[in-house]
């Protein structure tokens, strides 16, 4: 008789988790995956699935401002967040049905419920009055939003979480926080017609992106009508007939009908019993692994949010698949988090892989700079103002390009296959022997010969 009742048992059936299990169950192992809320995760239920089909929705707006200008004569416009919000769920319906088929499929079993280690070994199945063993464990349990609990009136304010199922679009509303989330939500609401305010305590947004990346994206959701105010923070909420009241620390305060707070996201540990099996953290609170994704425990691994390396779904499932590989086909497989290229969905949208400016100054002393800021001719030909922001930095020692930070139509989609050939190592002599591909914007990239020097350093001896 097997000494437990599984092989692997993973609690979590998020991006990481879902990979891990049913790579893990082809194998013919006998697998459990435990999911508290939606199989698909943040990702799929509260995550970049939908939030880009808010996004695709936001966009028409600008989409139909910029019509007439290719000779479209369009009526008034008028957009109705109750239809999009059923037909986003019906399809996020969809693709968490297709998580948990092929979940079944590999010949995982699923228990709908919330898992709490008791040991090592054993998890207690919240609810059902059951507990498990399994030979080895897997944590998957992602992150959480946090707001911070010193603020007044905080109660009153909503997360990403919220902003998916609001029964009705506000029609003013205030996004704190500085990160992708805050942006991107702020150029979704603004897109969708919201009067929209952002509101960051630092002196810049999307702290950790290239500095020309910041104040680019910066100046054109300013452009799109977003206000964008820096330097402060809230003193107190209240909520009061006419909104929503927001107090800032500098004296300025705002009435909007809706406060959105994107300031930061936790490893979610909280409950999950750890102290049960001896799991330990890092400082700030993240479940600590090694290169494995091996915890201090000897049959616990945990991958994706709650380790919080990089937070992102492509990363959550690559350590997933790693762990699977390692584990369970006897073959040691590492995760590589350097190079990892990450798309933010503001409106103009960022893609960005490999190092900034200031990293790659700090890191070589000098850094290549080749960069392009222009109109797009989709852009010239309704005459509009938006700017494409085109960098690709070099290391001077080797030629190797060691960043390439785009902000403009696409520039996730350019950034996905520009990180091919960077994660490769390219120089920049190979990277301009690319011939370009007519007419594009994204040609501008191989098509960058000369060295940027900005205005501040001039020519002049
Ligand atoms: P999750 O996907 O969060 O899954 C964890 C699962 O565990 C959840 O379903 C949870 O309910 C379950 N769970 C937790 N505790 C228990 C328990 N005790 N028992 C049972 N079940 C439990 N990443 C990108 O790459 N691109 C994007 O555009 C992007 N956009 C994002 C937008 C938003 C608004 C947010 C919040 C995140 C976004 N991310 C994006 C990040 C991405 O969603 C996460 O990095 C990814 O989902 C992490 O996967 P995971 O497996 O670690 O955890």
Same mark, same amino acid.
């Given at each position: 008789?097997?000494?437990?009742?599984?092989?692997?048992?993973?609690?979590?059936?998020?991006?990481?988790?879902?990979?891990?299990?049913?790579? !893990?169950?082809?194998?013919?192992?006998?697998?459990?995956?435990?999911? *508290?809320?939606?199989?698909?995760?943040?990702?799929?239920?509260?995550?970049?699935?939908?939030?880009?089909?808010?996004?695709?929705?936001?966009?028409? &707006?600008?989409?139909?401002?910029?019509?007439?200008?290719?000779?479209?004569?369009?009526?008034?416009?008028?957009?109705?967040?109750?239809?999009?919000?059923?037909?986003?769920?019906?399809?996020?319906?969809?693709?968490?049905?297709?998580?948990?088929?092929?979940?079944?499929?590999?010949?995982?079993?699923?228990?709908?419920?919330?898992?709490?280690?008791?040991?090592?070994?054993?998890?207690?199945? @919240?609810?059902?009055?059951?507990?498990?063993?399994?030979?080895?464990?897997?944590?998957?349990?992602?992150?959480?939003?946090?707001?911070?609990?010193? #603020?007044?009136?905080?109660?009153?304010?909503?997360?990403? *979480?919220?902003?998916?199922?609001?029964?009705?679009?506000? *029609?003013?509303?205030?996004?704190?926080?500085?990160?992708?989330?805050?942006?991107?939500?702020?150029?979704?609401?603004?897109?969708?017609?919201?009067?929209?305010?952002?509101?960051?305590?630092?002196?810049?947004?999307?702290?950790?992106?290239?500095?020309?990346?910041?104040?680019?994206?910066?100046?054109?959701?300013?452009?799109?009508?977003?206000?964008?105010?820096?330097?402060?923070?809230?003193?107190?909420?209240?909520? =009061?007939?006419?909104?929503?009241?927001?107090?800032?620390?500098?004296?300025? &305060?705002?009435? !909007?009908?809706?406060?959105?707070?994107?300031?930061?996201?936790?490893?979610?540990?909280?409950?999950?019993?750890?102290?049960?099996?001896?799991?330990?953290?890092?400082?700030?609170?993240?479940?600590? @692994?090694?290169?494995?994704?091996?915890?201090?425990?000897?049959?616990?691994?945990?991958?994706?949010?709650?380790?919080?390396?990089?937070?992102?779904?492509?990363?959550?499932?690559?350590?997933?698949?790693?762990?699977?590989?390692? *584990?369970?086909? +006897? +073959?040691? =497989?590492?995760?590589?988090?350097?190079?990892?290229?990450?798309?933010?969905?503001?409106?103009?949208?960022?893609? =960005?892989?490999?190092?900034?400016?200031?990293?790659?100054?700090?890191?070589?002393?000098?850094?290549?700079?080749?960069?392009?800021?222009?109109?797009?001719?989709?852009?010239?030909?309704?005459?509009?103002?938006? %700017?494409?922001?085109?960098?690709?930095?070099?290391?001077?020692?080797?030629?190797? @390009?060691?960043?390439?930070?785009?902000?403009?139509?696409?520039?996730?989609?350019?950034?996905?296959?520009?990180?091919?050939?960077?994660?490769?190592?390219?120089?920049?002599? %190979?990277?301009?022997?690319?011939?370009?591909?007519?007419?594009?914007?994204?040609?501008?990239? #191989? !098509?960058?010969?000369?060295?940027?020097?900005?205005?501040?350093?001039? =020519?002049?001896?």
């Amino acid at each position: 008789m097997a000494k437990y009742d599984y092989d692997l048992f993973v609690i979590g059936a998020g991006s990481g988790g879902v990979r891990a299990a049913r790579l !893990t169950a082809i194998t013919g192992a006998k697998v459990a995956v435990a999911e *508290e809320h939606r199989v698909g995760g943040t990702c799929v239920i509260r995550g970049c699935v939908p939030k880009k089909f808010m996004v695709y929705a936001s966009e028409v &707006s600008h989409q139909l401002k910029t019509a007439k200008g290719f000779g479209w004569t369009i009526p008034e416009a008028t957009f109705d967040w109750r239809t999009f919000r059923e037909a986003k769920d019906v399809e996020i319906a969809r693709l968490s049905g297709i998580y948990v088929a092929n979940l079944t499929k590999a010949g995982a079993e699923l228990v709908h419920a919330r898992a709490v280690l008791k040991d090592a070994h054993t998890v207690e199945i @919240v609810g059902k009055d059951m507990t498990v063993t399994a030979d080895k464990i897997l944590i998957a349990t992602g992150g959480r939003p946090t707001v911070p609990q010193d #603020v007044p009136g905080i109660e009153h304010v909503i997360t990403s *979480e919220e902003a998916f199922q609001l029964d009705e679009l506000p *029609e003013s509303i205030l996004v704190v926080g500085g990160g992708y989330i805050a942006v991107e939500f702020a150029g979704i609401f603004a897109g969708l017609g919201v009067k929209t305010t952002l509101l960051y305590r630092g002196p810049n947004i999307l702290r950790g992106f290239d500095d020309d990346v910041r104040t680019h994206l910066t100046r054109e959701m300013e452009r799109r009508g977003i206000r964008v105010v820096l330097g402060c923070q809230h003193e107190k909420i209240e909520k =009061t007939d006419k909104g929503m009241v927001s107090t800032l620390n500098n004296g300025l &305060s705002f009435t !909007t009908d809706q406060v959105m707070f994107a300031t930061g996201r936790e490893p979610y540990v909280k409950g999950l019993g750890l102290e049960n099996a001896g799991v330990e953290l890092t400082e700030s609170g993240a479940i600590k @692994v090694d290169k494995y994704s091996k915890t201090n425990v000897d049959n616990i691994w945990a991958v994706g949010d709650v380790t919080d390396r990089i937070a992102l779904t492509p990363v959550a499932i690559r350590e997933g698949a790693a762990f699977a590989e390692t *584990e369970f086909r +006897n +073959n040691p =497989t590492t995760f590589d988090h350097e190079m990892v290229a990450t798309a933010v969905f503001s409106q103009p949208e960022i893609g =960005t892989v490999g190092m900034t400016e200031h990293d790659a100054r700090v890191a070589f002393g000098e850094v290549d700079v080749y960069r392009a800021v222009f109109r797009p001719m989709k852009v010239t030909f309704y005459h509009g103002e938006e %700017q494409t922001l085109m960098k690709v930095l070099v290391n001077p020692a080797d030629q190797k @390009v060691v960043g390439v930070h785009v902000v403009g139509p696409d520039a996730g989609e350019m950034i996905q296959m520009a990180a091919i050939a960077v994660k490769m190592g390219v120089t920049k002599q %190979q990277w301009d022997s690319t011939c370009a591909v007519h007419p594009t914007a994204a040609e501008e990239l #191989v !098509t960058m010969k000369e060295k940027y020097v900005p205005p501040n350093l001039g =020519t002049a001896a």
